[in-house]
């Protein structure tokens, strides 16, 4: 489905409420008609100007900011006693050879107290082989965790019986990264049993808490984007949508970032240590990919056939990880592909004797999945991480190609039956590779093949970043994957010939638009071969799309505007607030009624007016500011822990810049703002400073490890903050921390803690950002500039609650042409006393970072550091007036966490599948508690007598 997202402007200012936008047009005009709204215009996102987006309090959209998940056929907290599951397609001949193991199958496992605690201890035992005299944490976590995992199973597997009986349409999200954070937890909140467990546990002698600190954070991820992909596929089971996670199961994830002499430091994040028992090995699951090699021509019946054989072969093994769902029975799977060395060997090595030799080359195999790259934006240009793109695409649409040929359906169905999502281009390479398959495997011709590859591919996009938009060299590709560069020139031919039509004399277009660049060495463009293959492109926020379609992919725009749209990010409720911070998710429960919120956060847009006219506001600010008191005192203690710093956690602002480290985020703008408050410290008399608001401000992040600037950025936060921390004069007022090796399970005790967070990035140059929509569901206040999602979420939580600072996008850009100009930044008094103290060593010994900063001086201010500094100081004198106000603050933290509704990625998805995807949910009939009531899926079942 093509449809474009369609903004519309609601003429009738006396009715203030918000109704259900839809994206189909004719749906919502009836919809607002009937809400009596007039329609008086209709505008395409398409017309909008980008200044829009650059216009404080603009609101174009209007647009519902929940999402309604469809009432669930059951509630799993009824889930007390025996419990009957669904049964499906039994045929006459199972039932005489097994019905009486079909009968010891027919229940779920137990959940009470006694069932759990039997199930922990025999794995332990008989699973994991450890003695009663040998318990540690360690085994207790392994143990509980499998005995979690075989409730999930039966669950998992019943999902995928009805799935496979009723062939709906099947999502696959095609992802380099998902950065999936810890597991036990988040499966025992979304099946309900965390009490269960907890119970359990502890009459064993264990405390919950402290067995999932045993827990391996798996990082497969870089940032954004993994962990988008990770809370997609929670939304996604939570909406019961058919869906599969496709990836690589690296064995060593994002490195570790240890801090020594104020550097960075990476170690190996080897997370599979103590094994893993969320995953799933399926060495059923097998497929043989190939690399290098040659083509040829062959004649089969009379019909040409191209073969491309010869080169390497190794083997994808596929890895499942179930993934559960909030409140539903439904489970999807995680599929991760590892690398072996195919089974066939050198014999022509091993029988000259040289059997080291023939190992050796095999062992290569495994090393496709070793690593996950840590870059972030910007591509690794190594030949291995190609093979990585290609390994897992190809596995995957072998797997995908596979279930579809068993259902004996035409390939005229096939995109009718299968979406697949690229999260940004790495995975690009899948689209080639079903052409392929179609074309040389299946016969297909081009055009019939062609068309099922793009109705059956949608595209993410997720930065606009040039330096981060992937090109592989030709040759690369011819040497790597000689057949896909073949069907490469074949598409872009044909795209060529059909856009030769419309802009025949337009050669420079031509050249832009090509899949081709024709620079030295030549260079495919993924991107562009990504958009030609989709039915669809979007970005991850509104003024990203934005952008997308007006610089990034004018041309592209220009030639297909119906391809483009937008679906901005969300973040799940159910990890990052619902774990992460119970204590304030208690208190939305009590206050609100019930947890149906964390279902479906949109139900919380009306708690403040309803506290405020029952008069519990009062009270419910109260045990709110308890309650972040307590989370900042977490982060107090793992600060202490760790970096042996003490802080006051009780009167003093936590001020939280997390993410990773890049120019474009500027970490360095806050950087140079801690230094300025140092300053103005040292220069007040104790009196004025016991006047000034207390803060920590917090940094967290990696920088990718051939990225100096970044690493240096690092360097001079450490530094600083050591001259800060150790000031006897100031240190009582203002402290620095940097939190080392920053990942999703630090995210959750580090972001309930804060009371202002940082996203700061200079305008148009972060695509949404997520931390931002986490922060604001825990209830801190956003300082930002208005990019990336902070523009829609001032929009939803009001331009009040939000500190804005900042030059727009079009300022940008004009700042920038003057810079190339020669136009140099305006330092002023302030931030040349910062820049002084810097270069005469006040503020630590920073040689290092001097260059940098001449650079900037000198008119090499590309993030707009110096141009934005001033406003972003009155922004910061801002979010300390108002933080001296306590019940003010925390009001707007109120209104801040229940008007981000919209920022569920529940809605995101809901968008996808509408708009993008044309998914249906499908949810497991209901289990029942008695036999006679049992859902039975297939007529020759019922057949079968029951007593
Ligand atoms: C990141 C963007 C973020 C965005 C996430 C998820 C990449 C390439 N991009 O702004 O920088 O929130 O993607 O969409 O990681």
Known sequence: MQTPTNIYEIKNSNKEEKIELSNNQQETEEKMNFAGYEVNTVMSTFERKLSDFAQEGKQTLKRSSSIKKRDSLYKLTDFSEKIFRPEFQMNEKLKEKSEKLWRMMESYLPRDKQSIQKSIIDHIEYTLARTRFSLD???????????????????????????????????????????????????????????????????????????????????????????????????????????????????????????ENCQQIELPDYWLTKGNPWEIMRIDINYKIRFYGHCRDEYKNGRKVRIWEGGQEVEAIAFDTVIPGWDTLNCNTLRLWKSYPSREFNFESFNKGDYASAVAEKDQASYITSVLYPNDSTPAGKELRLKQQYFFCCATINDIVKRFVNSNMPWSEFSNKNAMQLNDTHPTIAAVELLRQLIDDYFLDYNEAYEIVRKSFGYTNHTVLPEALE?????????????????????????LEEVKKRYSQNLDK???????????????????????CS????????????????????DFHELFPKKFTNVTNGVTSRRWIYCAFRELSNLLTEYYGCEDWVGELGLLEQLPEKLQNNGKLDRFLEEFGNAKILAKKRLAHWVKDHLKIELNYENCMFDVMVKRMHEYKRQFMNALYCVYRYLTLKDMSQQEREKQIKRVTFFGGKAAPGYTVAKNIIRFINTISKVINNDPETNKYFKVVFLPDYKVSLAQIIIPAADLSQHISTAGTEAS??????????????????????????DEIGQENIFF????????????????????????????KVFDSIFSGRVGDNNYIKDYINGILNGNDFYCICYDFYDYLAAQEKADLIYSDKRNWRNKCLNTICKMGFFSTDRSIQSYAENIWGLTPIELPKPVNEISKRVISSSNLKNIEMN
């Open 805 to 832: 600072f900042g030059k727009n996008v079009i300022e940008i850009e004009k700042i920038r042409a003057a810079q190339r100009n020669g136009a140099k930044p305006d330092v002023g008094g302030r931030l040349k």
């Open 769 to 794: 950002g997520t931390s931002n929509m986490k922060f604001c569901m825990t209830g801190s206040l956003i300082i930002g500039t208005r990019d990336g999602a902070n523009i829609e979420i001032a």
């Open 137 to 259: 944490k360690q085994i207790i976590y392994q143990g509980t965790s499998l005995s979690v995992r075989d409730r999930l199973l039966e669950a998992w597997n019943d999902s995928q019986s009805v799935i496979k009986i009723n062939h709906p349409k099947r999502l696959y999200y095609l992802s380099i990264e998902f950065l999936l954070g810890r597991l036990l937890q988040n499966a025992l909140i979304n099946f309900k049993m965390e009490d269960k467990y907890k119970e359990a546990l502890n009459e064993l002698g264990y405390k919950i808490e402290e067995i999932y600190e045993r827990e391996n954070d798996p990082a497969l991820g870089n940032g954004g984007l993994g962990r988008l992909a990770a809370c997609y596929l929670d939304s996604l089971t939570t909406l019961n949508y058919p869906a599969w996670g496709y990836g690589i199961r690296y064995d060593y994830g994002i490195f570790r970032q240890a801090i």
């Open 471 to 495: 090109r592989w060299s030709v040759d690369l590709i011819s040497k790597l994957l000689p057949r896909h560069m073949e069907l490469i020139f074949l598409i872009n031919h044909f795209f």
């Open 535 to 554: 039915h669809t492109v979007n970005g991850v926020a509104e003024i990203h799309s934005e952008l997308l379609r007006t610089t990034l992919f004018k």
């Open 510 to 532: 031509l050249a832009r638009l090509s899949i081709i660049e024709e620079s030295t060495p030549k260079m495919v463009r993924m991107a562009n071969l990504c958009i030609i």
